[in-house]
């Protein structure tokens, strides 16, 4: 369950920002997070769920899949299998399998479309689950939508997405009778076709935060997403993106 490992994150930054604060002699240093792939959900449940974002200049998400990812229900529904041997009933047992699923409307099914958690019928997939896991997504926008109304969230910290485009990216599903299959096409829910890629494995729709003010990926890089964190050009801009934030903090230690 990733919010487990968000509660894990508190409290491993408690005890270091307040060590790092001792050790400068500065009160009021703050951390910055960055957090690739499902490192970035981790990140923004500390954030915006568990009141991080006091403690924080930015999160950084790269490649984070915001909105899920295809690939999860693939792996759910059809199993999964590693050098031959078959981990479908592993990672089936996963909280944060189902914390991946995509929470829009994906799934066509007799000619609509539908949100996994909306469908009973979905093989190998637990409805109850993928509510559950629904809800995850959801405390996280409502979070974020209560955040907002503080005048120090909005002029103190940030959420930062890094997206990779430019690859095949699954977008899709379709369910008839007992069969599940992933397709390269949009859902009928997005109707344009600047998000007709992604990294490979996380569509761009899904690596763009539910946030107000975050419309389109700003910070979008032609590569996979394994090597997004190893990418020169995402590296070079992640390094402009630490050293603004360190010109407008100039009178607080960083780390």
């Not at 994906?106 to 809800?135: G, H, K, S, T, W």
Request: glycine residues 8%; proline residues 4%; aromatic residues 8%.
């Amino acid at each position: 369950d990733f919010r487990v490992a968000s509660r894990k994150l508190k409290r491993r930054l408690d005890y270091h920002l307040q060590a790092w604060r001792e050790a400068s002699g500065n009160a009021e240093a703050k951390a910055i997070l960055i957090g690739h792939s499902s490192g970035g959900l981790v990140a923004r449940y500390y954030a915006e769920v568990l009141g991080g974002w006091a403690d924080c200049h930015a999160v950084v998400t790269i490649g984070t899949a915001h909105r899920g990812i295809p690939s999860a229900l693939n792996v759910l529904a059809n199993g999964q299998k590693v050098a031959l041997i078959d981990m479908s009933a592993l990672f089936r047992s996963f909280t944060s399998m189902y914390q991946l699923l995509p929470i829009y409307k994906i799934v066509q099914f007799q000619d609509e479309y539908y949100r996994v958690a909306e469908l009973d019928n979905i093989p190998n997939v637990d409805r109850a689950r993928a509510q559950m896991a629904l809800a995850f997504h959801r405390e996280i926008e409502n979070a974020a939508k209560r955040n907002l109304q503080n005048e120090n969230y909005i002029n103190h910290f940030s959420t930062i997405p890094f997206s990779g485009v430019g690859q095949s990216t699954m977008q899709s599903a379709r369910l008839s009778g007992q069969k599940l299959t992933l397709s390269e096409d949009l859902p009928g829910v997005i109707t344009s076709d600047y998000f007709r890629d992604g990294d490979g494995t996380v569509p761009l729709v899904s690596s763009i935060p539910l946030l107000p003010g975050i419309e389109g990926a700003q910070n979008s890089f032609n590569e996979t997403h394994s090597f997004l964190p190893a990418n020169k050009l995402v590296l070079e801009k992640l390094r402009d993106i630490l050293h603004g934030i360190a010109g407008n903090h100039s009178g607080e230690h960083i780390r």
